[in-house]
């Protein structure tokens, strides 16, 4: 089967990048109201409990993640992304592979975050990935997503200099919670932060549980 396009695009993207997107934000959390948000997520999972970070990028929210007591791994699109993971976070797993295909066994995870990784997905491509992130989810268990609010996307061309360009969605969180609902997921939370500091729109995380 022929990759999809925007897994191709989105691989090359982040590959020409990675290095780059590193050094300009070496911390995965831009605000306490972000980490007050993992820290609720963590505690609904519960300490020890599996969870995968879904588009792990360099993987400062996994690191983040697991200095909450979680058992994490992290999973990316880039090896090169990944290489930076593993360089800065040798005692931890990180894997290369797509979201919408996960190689995990159903009901194998107690947590799933996607962290501003599914903004390169299609919109009609979300039903599938949120699918796939409740079969890969015990009964119980809970997914965090974020992504940045808006109605058009942000292109981004040549960044760095580099010969790559990307669109990055913005959605709305009802349009996310209807989505949420419809894949078979119970609303557990939603916040809403307006723009931090060098921020252009306002960001929105929601938490969801699959039903026990």
Same mark, same amino acid.
């Given at each position: 089967m022929t990759e999809a396009d925007f897994l191709t695009a989105t691989r090359t993207f982040y590959d020409a990048i990675a290095e780059d997107?590193?050094?300009?934000?070496p911390v995965g959390l831009a605000t306490p109201l972000d980490r007050a948000v993992f820290a609720g997520f963590?505690?609904?999972? =519960?300490a020890g409990g599996r969870v995968a970070d879904l588009g792990c990028g360099p993987g400062r929210v996994t690191a983040h993640l697991a200095s909450l007591g979680l058992s994490v791994f992290g999973?990316?699109?880039?090896?090169?992304?990944?290489?930076?993971a593993?360089?800065?976070?040798?005692?931890?797993?990180?894997? &290369? =592979?797509s979201m919408l295909e996960l190689d995990?066994?159903?009901g194998?995870?107690?947590g799933a975050v996607s962290w501003y990784s599914s903004i390169h997905t299609p919109v009609n491509e979300l039903p599938s990935l949120f699918a796939e992130f409740r079969r890969v989810l015990a009964p119980g268990g809970h997914l965090l997503i974020?992504? &940045?609010i808006g109605d058009e996307p942000r292109r981004h061309e040549r960044p760095w200099g580099h010969e790559v360009t990307l669109d990055f969605q913005r959605r709305r969180p009802d349009q996310i919670d209807g989505l949420l609902r419809a894949a078979g997921f119970a609303p557990v939370m939603r916040m809403v932060r307006e723009a931090a500091a060098n921020e252009?729109?306002?960001?929105?995380s929601l938490i969801a549980r699959k039903p026990a």
């Open positions: 997107y590193a050094d300009l934000f963590a505690e609904l999972v =519960g999973l990316d699109l880039s090896e090169s992304m990944l290489a930076i593993r360089r800065e976070n040798p005692e931890l797993r990180f894997e &290369q =592979g995990l066994p159903d194998s995870l107690a974020a992504f &940045q252009t729109t306002e960001h929105a």
